[in-house]
């Protein structure tokens, strides 16, 4: 079956550095999401990445390795408004499948401390 | 600013009743999710559609069922609402291939008295 894991919570000071990962047992793997959801509102894309490697986009980074299952987040310059819960998303076609689907990992709630 | 749009954002509703959210898009994507999240818990995948006429439930067993006649609406029906039904209600839409992230609309606050 299909599987994503990301820590739980994560502590960071505001002006730091944080790095969220994930990682995902799929098969069919057809590029991993990252989106930001603060609590109670919907979540609103941040980063995609498709081909192994990093994209930057801004104060954002995305990393994946598709050999390990692997990818992380890189935040940097750290905002006390960039407290919120970061998901990991998978789009992957089932083996037979008509077409891909987008799943979620539990997401990783990040507390941004003065 | 995503055009994907669901009603109503908060419900309460008694116990037995039917129900149906509704989720319109204008950017006329061909796929479209409803997602299940409870306070604090994950996104779980409960239907997704590919174009009209297709669905498909996903990994979470829901009670809902849905139906898609026209590409922009996709709305979600409960038959017989129950307190366990009681959970936030996401839908998201995308286009078929490529770099094409998926765009959420506000949700549905489902609360089953």
């Known amino acids: 079956g299909q599987n994503i894991d990301q820590p739980t919570e994560m502590t960071a000071t505001e002006g730091a550095i944080v790095q969220i990962n994930c990682t995902y047992q799929?098969?069919?793997?057809?590029?991993l999401f990252w989106y930001q959801q603060h609590a109670g509102e919907a979540p609103t894309f941040l980063s995609y990445?498709?081909?192994?490697g990093l994209e930057e986009k801004g104060r954002f980074s995305s990393f994946l390795s598709r050999s390990k299952g692997y990818s992380y987040l890189l935040l940097k310059e750290l905002q006390m408004k960039d407290s919120a819960s970061y998901l990991c998303?998978?789009?992957?076609?089932?083996?037979?499948?008509?077409?891909?689907?987008?799943?979620f990992g539990t997401g990783t709630l990040l507390a941004v401390q003065p | 600013e995503a055009d994907i749009y669901q009603t109503p954002r908060y419900l309460v509703i008694g116990t037995g009743k039917k129900i149906t959210l509704e989720c319109s898009q204008t950017?006329?994507?061909?796929?479209m999710y409803w997602y299940q999240q409870d306070p604090g818990m994950e996104l779980h995948l409960i239907h997704y559609?590919?174009?009209?006429?297709?669905?498909e439930k996903g990994d979470l067993s829901s009670e809902s069922t849905v139906s898609r006649i026209r590409t922009e609406h996709f709305p979600l029906t409960l038959e017989s609402a129950r307190p366990s039904h009681t959970s936030q209600y996401l839908c998201?839409?995308?286009?078929?291939?490529?770099?094409?992230?998926?765009?959420f609309g506000q949700g549905t606050r489902l609360t089953v008295v």
């Open positions: 998201a839409s995308s286009e078929s291939e490529g770099r094409r992230e998926a765009f």
């Open positions: 799929t098969s069919g793997f057809n590029g």
């Open positions: 990445n498709v081909l192994d």
């Open positions: 998303a998978v789009r992957f076609r089932e083996y037979g499948g008509a077409t891909n689907k987008l799943i």
């Open positions: 950017m006329g994507h061909d796929k």
């Open positions: 559609s590919y174009g009209v006429n297709s669905t």
